[in-house]
T-cell receptor, first 115, second 117 residues
Framework: AQSVAQPEDQVNVAEGNPLTVKCTYS??????LFWYVQYPNRGLQFLLK??????LVKGSYGFEAEFNKSQTSFHLKKPSALVSDSALYFC?????????????FGSGTRLSIRP | GAVVSQHPSWVICKSGTSVKIECRSL??????MFWYRQFPKQSLMLMAT?????????EQGVEKDKFLINHASLTLSTLTVTSAHPEDSSFYIC?????????????FGEGSWLTVV
C-alpha cells in the first residue's frame, strides 16, 4: 500500500530565509510524487510533480523539490520565503504501476512566514 | 482557468436531508474521478474512486450507502450525502483523471463546503 508522511505539522520561517517542508513516502513500485498548496477555504493548487528524470523538480511560485530515492523523500524547498507563501502544504504520492491512479495525501504541513 | 468544476461551493442543509455535490470536467472526458473529504485542519482522505458507467470503488471505512456516487457521463460525477448529520459537515474535493498520449494528469476541483445543521 502506498503512504506518505509529513513529519511536521507546522513550519515557521522568517521572510527572506530559505524554507524546507519535509515529506517521505512509501510505495510498492516507482512513485509519482506531488506537492499541492491549499489557501484558507480554498481547494488545492498544484505546485509540482516528480515522475521521472532529474531529481530536482522546479514548480510554481519559485518552489522546488528534490526526489531522493535512497531516503524515500521528496522535500519541498524555496530559497527565499515570502509572507504570501503562508498556507497549508500537502505532499502526495501515486504508485506508478497501480491501475487505480489514486493519489494519497500526507497529513499536511502549515507553513507560516513571518515578516 | 479551472478544468474541474465543483458545485455548489457552499451548501447548508438540515439534518436528515440529502445533498448532492457535482464534479464536472470542463474540457476533457474523465472516465475516472475521485472524491476526497477533508476535516478542518486535517488532510484529504480519499473516499472513493468514481468510474464512468460502473460502480464506485469505496475506500475502507467509507459507507457506500451513506455517500452515493454516480458517474453517469464522461464529464460528471456526483456525490450524494444521504440523511446528512452534523458529523458529515466537511470540505469535499473531487479530482478528475485526464488521460492522453502524453500521460495522465489529475486535476482537482475547488471543493465544496458542506454544513449540516
Amino acid at each position: 500500500a502506498q503512504s506518505v508522511a509529513q513529519p511536521e505539522d507546522q513550519v515557521n520561517v522568517a521572510e527572506g530565509n530559505p524554507l524546507t517542508v519535509k515529506c517521505t513516502y512509501s510505495v510498492s513500485g516507482n512513485p509519482y510524487l506531488f506537492w499541492y498548496v491549499q489557501y484558507p477555504n480554498r481547494g488545492l493548487q498544484f505546485l509540482l510533480k516528480y515522475i521521472t528524470g532529474d531529481n530536482l523538480v522546479k514548480g510554481s511560485y519559485g518552489f522546488e523539490a528534490e526526489f531522493n530515492k535512497s531516503q524515500t523523500s521528496f522535500h519541498l524547498k524555496k530559497p527565499s520565503a515570502l509572507v504570501s507563501d503562508s498556507a497549508l502544504y500537502f505532499c502526495a504520492v501515486r504508485d506508478m504501476y497501480s491501475s487505480a491512479s489514486k493519489i494519497i495525501f500526507g497529513s499536511g504541513t502549515r507553513l507560516s512566514i513571518r515578516p | 482557468g479551472a478544468v474541474v468544476s465543483q458545485h455548489p461551493s457552499w451548501v447548508i442543509c438540515k439534518s436528515g436531508t440529502s445533498v448532492k455535490i457535482e464534479c464536472r470536467s470542463l474540457d476533457f472526458q474523465a472516465t475516472t474521478m475521485f472524491w476526497y473529504r477533508q476535516f478542518p485542519k486535517q488532510s484529504l482522505m480519499l473516499m472513493a474512486t468514481s468510474n464512468e458507467g460502473s460502480k464506485a470503488t469505496y475506500e475502507q471505512g467509507v459507507e457506500k450507502d451513506k455517500f452515493l456516487i454516480n458517474h453517469a457521463s464522461l464529464t460528471l460525477s456526483t456525490l450524494t450525502v444521504t440523511s446528512a448529520h452534523p458529523e458529515d459537515s466537511s470540505f469535499y474535493i473531487c479530482s478528475a483523471l485526464r488521460t492522453s498520449n502524453r500521460g495522465n494528469t489529475i486535476y482537482f476541483g475547488e471543493g465544496s463546503w458542506l454544513t449540516v445543521v
